[in-house]
């Protein structure tokens, strides 16, 4: 019996010479050829920390960008990017502004995508952010309506995930974590989505969180990718309650770890929860990951973290007497 | 009467190219110990000074201290009540913008006034009116987690009962007009009889003048019953929805209506014909306008605040046809 995949959501911690090169970089202190440098340092570590950790699917680690949304604005053409805007507490951010009809002059992560495959065998995650996300987190001067741009933005993120596919992408992840925003909404967010994955044979995730997701289920089926990955540790696995009543019928990313907690899960939790969605989907369709993104955590607080899921996950299947994976091959 | 402009509340903390200490590296450096609790403080007076400045320069009637202290509308309050406690990020409503989330977890109680020493200081250094601002019950019950009372109304009735303690110490230092933020009722109408029975406590025994604003949608279907409490004014948000707009529709109230008609969550400059059409529409309206943005003004950078706030002020000079 095959499944039980581990994997990440996308992002992992800098390393503090990169975060220090970024500050220099936006300083002028240093030049792009540097930090790129510098950049790709860090995903040749980052990479190979995850074949270490034994991850079945990798991700890139987004070593190169910034803020999720913000990252492909300043690659597509018709944005420009606000002032600072303060997010919460004492943290701000650039906020893109669609000032003009939005256009991809190249192709945006492929280069790192490439890149990154090249360093390993195991397949690595394409990463993308959604339209209806890309739409929610940004300013708009430039449609007359959210739908507008949201379609517009549906058709340049449609370019990218066939250029992964292109590049040799098994697995494509296109995040809406703002789907959950406005429920109604849920409708637009899933008219840009079927356009996004027209036509992809690789297999398709959305990751999704902060949720109301009670106020989007079972809507949120209707989302054209094959698995939706959502957050479940930080609620002690309750969304799992709601599938039992209504039926999942996609994969499922499972979130077992809290990644907005620094200290390190335990393994009897992870295993908990491995073992609820077992009640609910075959293991085959079960891919275990934290519940967001890692780049909040140190380097530290994420690999202790993912170290007790990978336990986690075969611990569990030796009590089910599940045959480890064949490592998945590229 | 003249139609008069006012902002909501808060109003963006830093900005490139000003020439105040910024209060973001202020922080940082208190966080790390490098900087001491007063000299963050001279920080804030310096920007409270600053923002009240610019609301003036740029022609705001009715201003507020910009909030530059407050990371949201309720954990400045949660902070200083006793039986509060702060806990993790959380959504803002329906925007991409997080807050900490209060937990009531004892009785709560007002041990002594919270705003009242910033509020004095905006106004001693004002020359425009200051409203004071404070969270409404009903939403400040539904920004915080009650693992205490747990019972909704209970706690909005308690919530009710200290911010009408914090209203009436503004009240005694001066404040004229105060205002509760009701932005959790558009998302929940069916609790509207709550909000208004928290709202009552909040404002019992005020003389001076309250209201509420609601903001990031509207208030159709629970419009009447708001109409019919005590307070002096109402705000709508005629910017994030249409459904404001219908409500007045063609009736005439007899309340001061505080109308949002720019969108603060936007860059983009609104239709100035548009504007005017709908400020004119609205002054007919009602005994008394107040014209503003349709919520805080923290969601712009600072770069678009000037541009947004010069475009109202310019289309209410027109429609009032008032010389200043």
Same mark, same amino acid.
């Given at each position: 019996?095959?499944? /039980?995949l581990t994997t990440t959501v996308g992002s992992f911690?800098?390393?503090?010479? /990169? ?22 340092? &860090?995903t040749r570590e980052i990479i190979q920390k995850q074949e270490e950790l034994g991850l079945d699917i990798l991700v890139d680690g987004e070593m ?12 597509? !053409? ?8 303060? %997010? ?22 492929? %280069?790192w995508f490439t890149f990154s495959q090249s360093l390993t065998k195991k397949p690595v995650k394409g990463m ?6 890309? @739409?929610?987190? %940004? ?21 990218? &995930?066939?250029?992964?596919?292109? &590049?040799g992408a098994r697995y494509i992840q ?31 995730i ?7 997701? !009670? ?16 957050? @479940? ?54 891919y275990v990951d934290p519940?967001?993104g890692l ?5 530290? !607080?994420a690999f202790?973290?993912l170290?007790?899921?990978i ?10 007497? @599940?045959?480890?994976?064949?490592t998945e091959r590229k | ?18 020439? +105040? ?14 900087? =001491? ?32 202290? #407050? ?18 990020? =959380? ?18 109680? #007002?041990?002594?006034?919270? +705003? ?26 539904? *920004?915080?987690?009650? +693992?205490?009372?747990?019972?909704? $109304? ?13 209203? $009436? ?56 019953? *708001? ?48 504007? $005017? ?8 309206? =009602? ?38």
């Open positions: 019996m095959a499944g /039980l911690p800098k390393p503090e010479y /990169l975060q220090r090169a970024r500050d220099d970089f936006y300083r002028g202190k240093l030049t792009r050829e540097k930090l790129n440098a510098l950049e790709k340092q &860090a190169y960008r910034g803020d999720m949304v913000t990252y492909f604005a300043e690659h597509l !053409e018709g944005f420009k990017i606000s002032g600072l805007v303060r %997010s919460y507490g004492n943290r701000y951010y650039r906020k893109p502004i669609a000032i003009g009809k939005i256009r991809r002059k190249a192709p945006v992560t492929i %280069s993308l952010t959604g339209p209806y996300t890309i @739409m929610d987190w %940004s300013f708009n001067e430039a449609y007359p309506s959210r739908r507008d741009f949201a379609l517009a933005l549906a058709e340049v993120v449609h370019e990218e &995930a066939l250029d992964l596919q292109q &590049a296109i995040d809406e974590p703002a789907i959950s925003t406005r429920p109604e909404e849920i409708d637009l967010a899933i008219e840009t989505m079927k356009i996004v994955t027209k036509g992809l044979t690789a297999k398709t959305t990751h999704i969180c902060y949720g109301d997701f !009670e106020k989007i289920y079972p809507q949120m089926l209707n989302l054209a990718v094959d698995q939706i990955d959502l957050e @479940m540790a930080n609620r002690d696995f309750a969304l799992l309650d709601l599938f039992k009543k209504r039926p999942f019928t996609k994969e499922i990313g499972l979130g077992v770890l809290d990644v907005h907690r620094h200290d390190i899960d335990s393994k009897e939790k992870v295993k908990r929860g491995i073992k609820k969605a077992l009640e609910i989907f075959t293991p085959e369709k079960i519940d967001c780049k909040t955590r140190t380097p530290e !607080e202790a973290k170290k007790v899921m336990e986690a996950r075969d611990e569990v299947r030796k009590e089910l007497n @599940m045959k480890p994976q064949l | 009467m003249a139609i008069l402009t006012t902002v909501i509340g808060n109003y963006p903390k830093i900005g490139e190219g000003l020439t +105040t200490p910024s209060i973001r590296q202020a922080i940082h450096r208190r966080d790390q110990k490098e900087m =001491t609790d007063e000299i963050l403080e001279k920080i804030f007076q310096e920007n409270t000074v600053r923002v009240i400045r610019e609301q003036e320069a740029l022609g705001i009637d009715i201003i507020t201290d910009g909030q530059i202290r #407050w990371e949201d509308i309720v954990t400045p309050l949660a902070a200083k009540i006793q039986g509060f406690k702060i806990n993790g990020l =959380t959504r803002f409503f329906n925007n991409n913008v997080y807050y900490r989330q209060p937990v009531v977890v004892d009785k709560l109680v #007002w041990k002594s006034p919270v +705003t009242v020493e910033t509020f004095r200081f905006a106004k001693s250094q004002a020359t425009h009116t200051v409203k004071a601002v404070l969270p409404a019950p009903f939403t400040f019950a539904a *920004l915080s987690e009650d +693992t205490f009372y747990k019972d909704e $109304k209970t706690l909005v009735l308690a919530l009710g009962d200290i911010l009408n303690q914090e209203a $009436k110490a503004l009240e005694a230092a001066g404040a004229s007009i105060i205002q509760f933020d009701e932005p959790a009722l558009v998302f929940q109408k069916e609790k509207v009889a709550l909000a208004i029975e928290g709202l009552r406590r909040a404002m019992a025994g005020l003389k001076v003048k309250k209201g509420i604003r609601t903001y990031f949608g509207d208030l159709e279907g629970i419009f009447d019953p *708001l109409l019919d409490t005590e307070m002096d004014f109402i705000g709508l948000d005629f910017v994030s929805t249409e459904g404001n707009r219908r409500i007045l529709g063609k009736r005439i109230i007899s309340k001061a209506l505080g109308a949002g008609c720019i969108d603060a969550r936007n860059t983009k400059l609104e239709d100035p014909r548009k504007l $005017k059409a709908l400020i004119q529409e609205l002054s007919e309206k =009602t005994p008394q306008l107040y014209v503003s943005p349709n919520c805080g003004l923290e969601f712009l950078p600072y770069q678009s605040v000037g541009p947004k706030l010069t475009q109202m002020v310019q289309a209410v000079r027109e429609c009032d046809g008032r010389a200043r």
